[in-house]
């Protein structure tokens, strides 16, 4: 068995190399779009294929990785979605484009919940909080990913060159971790449940963390997706229309980097439902805040507070009783790309009958409760 240390610096970089890849190249979608000749419609309509990817992957990941073991999910995902990145620039139509990011989005769901099992069961060979910090190397990836696509569109570097470098990196990186990381899956689903209630307590768990997933996604990208056009219709923010979003982004960085830290002193369900309020009273903030400056404020308390939520769900998510590691994974990341999903495509419409305010604050508010009332059934898991 690898060392604590080899382990936990293994899967960090499972974590970072997974929040990387996909960034690199959405700096670089408009040349996608140009090479393809296709409408900001149509290419609206390829990329949907990630998220239909990932949704129909999340209907099968808790077989997938119970089967083969999480260990060999990661490598496996992580060697396809080396494979299929770099096709972005060659693809010849968007169809093409969408059946591609459909495959992506599938290997990803499954890589997700892989190294995640993996993540919590080399915080308990630790013995300290460590998902936080993972998490913070997951939109660190996304952060240096984001920089680098840039980088090479700056340096008018082709797009495939610069996917194939990713790729290269990739298969390097994941083949010096696949030695850390844990062979055998923790079989905690042998937790004591009484007989005759298992199967009705298994089935409630399993309803509520998927619930939980679905509205902590809903949390996370009203401000992550929505945040540009916020300041730009509500706030007049002008140039600064696209501050929203990284001001979110890097706090929520901030947030996940010491995340582990305000964990190990005030536990983690307190932790937790600080988090759930923060977001709430973000969102509120947003709602009322008469200048632009009270915005990005809200914005920025936003990232700390959602910051600590989907790392402690999937800990959670690892940990229900009566249900293997993959099983709850699995329920809950279902639940959070359909939570995605419905996201992108209703916050527009009740804007569109109402207002921005109304939407983002309604929204939250009624995924906030979600949480709060699906939290319940898994409340002796959050400690």
């Known amino acids: 068995m690898p060392s604590v240390r080899r382990s936990t610096v293994s899967v960090a970089v499972i974590f970072f190399i997974n929040g990387m890849v996909f960034s690199n190249w959405v700096p670089r979608i408009s040349e996608v779009r140009d090479r393809l000749g296709v409408s900001n419609s149509g290419l609206g309509v390829s990329l949907l294929g990630g998220g239909l990817g990932g949704f129909l992957g999340s209907l099968l990941v808790a077989k997938v990785v119970r089967r083969l073991r999480s260990k060999t999910v990661v490598v496996v995902a992580t060697v396809a979605l080396a494979g299929l990145i770099p096709l972005v620039a060659v693809v010849p139509n968007p169809v093409s484009l969408m059946l591609l990011l459909t495959a992506a989005g599938f290997a990803d769901v499954q890589n997700d ?32 990913g984001g920089a680098t696509g840039l980088g090479m569109s700056a340096l008018d570097i082709g797009l495939g060159v610069h996917l194939a470098i990713v790729s290269v ?22 937790e004591i449940v009484k007989p005759d209630t298992r199967g009705r307590t298994a089935f409630a768990v399993t309803v509520a963390i998927g619930f939980m997933g679905l509205a902590l996604a809903i949390t996370e990208s009203l401000p992550n997706e929505w945040s540009s056009v916020v ?5 007049d923010a002008g140039r600064w229309k696209a501050a929203g979003t990284a001001v979110f982004a890097v706090f929520m960085l901030i947030g996940r980097l010491s995340g582990d830290h305000v964990v190990m002193r005030l536990g983690s369900r307190r ?10 009273a973000s969102a509120l903030m947003l709602a009322v805040a008469p200048v632009t400056a009270i915005a990005f404020v809200a914005y920025a308390c936003w990232g700390l507070g959602v910051s600590v939520l989907f790392p402690q769900l999937y800990e ?68």
């Open 113 to 144: 919940v892989a190294f995640n099992a993996q993540g919590v069961m080399i915080q308990s060979r630790v013995g300290r909080p460590i998902m936080q910090r993972l998490h913070g190397m997951w939109s660190l990836g996304m952060v240096v």
């Open 271 to 280: 932790v937790f439902d600080i988090g759930v309020w923060m977001c709430f």
């Open 231 to 235: 300041l730009n219709d509500v706030f």
């Open 169 to 190: 990196l990739m298969l390097a990186a994941v083949s010096w971790a696949v030695g850390g990381l844990l062979s055998a899956d923790d079989p905690h689903d042998e």
């Open 316 to 383: 959670i998510a690892a940990k229900l009783p009566g249900l293997s590691a993959a099983h709850g994974l699995g329920a809950m990341t279902f639940g959070q790309r359909l939570g995605f999903l419905a996201a992108s495509g209703s916050v527009g419409a009740i804007a569109d009958l109402t207002n921005f305010r109304v939407a983002i604050f309604g929204f939250t508010a009624l995924a906030t409760s979600i949480v709060f009332v699906a939290r319940r059934r898994t409340s002796g898991h959050v400690h």
